[in-house]
T-cell receptor, first 109, second 112 residues
Framework: LAKTTQPISMDSYEGQEVNITCSHN???????ITWYQQFPSQGPRFIIQ???TKVTNEVASLFIPADRKSSTLSLPRVSLSDTAVYYC??????????FGKGTTLSVSS | DAMVIQNPRYQVTQFGKPVTLSCSQT?????MYWYQQKSSQAPKLLFH???????NEADTPDNFQSRRPNTSFCFLDIRSPGLGDAAMYLC???????????FGPGTRLLVL
């Protein structure tokens, strides 16, 4: 089981870049690193997934060092609507998502 | 269009009165999951079905059971709800190990 650790909360202002780092010291060799976003009273939503180096999509970038013991989710130019909880996830037996405590990101104007 | 549909969105039940929450999907994904999320906490996996194979988490109370009569539908049965079972219940679907999971909007359960 891949246990993840990430900051409980972060604050930012509109237009800034936000980087949220997650540690996953005992990640399995075959496990991907996955991040989800959750707004209040909604189900979590997939943001990005990667295995190594860097992955970028229209929403975020994910940076993974060579040892894969941590990862950093980068949100470029955040807006008020990016206020949410962000989860770095590990997998159990390669099938089910195990949520850590998540990082509550608060974006102010 | 919604891929994961959960009904009802809000459910009120009485202490000890059995309740069933339902989930359906439009994508025919192999895996269906049930998570419990209490206020200000992360979602906690209760169990999942990989096709017809049921996988129960070790710490899921016996009070919680699930049925998957076909690929599209999955039900969460709470046999005797207690006050501590009040939570948001999230259904999710996926195609297999480490594939993207799609979550429904959740059913918020209130136990009186």
């Amino acid at each position: 089981l891949a246990k993840t650790t990430q900051p409980i909360s972060m604050d930012s202002y509109e237009g800034q870049e936000v980087n949220i780092t997650c540690s996953h010291n005992n990640i399995a060799t075959n496990d991907y690193i996955t991040w989800y976003q959750q707004f209040p009273s909604q189900g979590p939503r997939f943001i990005i997934q990667g295995y190594k180096t860097k992955v970028t999509n229209e929403v975020a970038s994910l940076f993974i060092p060579a040892d894969r013991k941590s990862s950093t989710l980068s949100l470029p130019r955040v807006s008020l609507s990016d206020t949410a909880v962000y989860y770095c996830l590990g997998y159990q037996a390669g099938t089910a998502l195990i949520f850590g405590k998540g990082t509550t990101l608060s974006v102010s104007s | 269009d919604a891929m994961v549909i959960q009904n009802p969105r809000y459910q009120v039940t009485q202490f000890g009165k059995p309740v069933t929450l339902s989930c359906s999907q439009t994508l025919n994904h192999n895996v269906m999951y049930w998570y419990q999320q209490k206020s200000s906490q992360a979602p906690k996996l209760l169990f999942h079905y990989y096709d017809k194979d049921f996988n129960n988490e070790a710490d899921t109370p016996d009070n919680f059971q699930s049925r998957r009569p076909n690929t599209s539908f999955c039900f969460l049965d709470i046999r005797s709800p207690g006050l501590g079972d009040a939570a948001m219940y999230l259904c999710a679907i996926g195609q297999g190990p480490q594939e993207t999971q799609y979550f429904g909007p959740g059913t918020r359960l209130l136990v009186l």
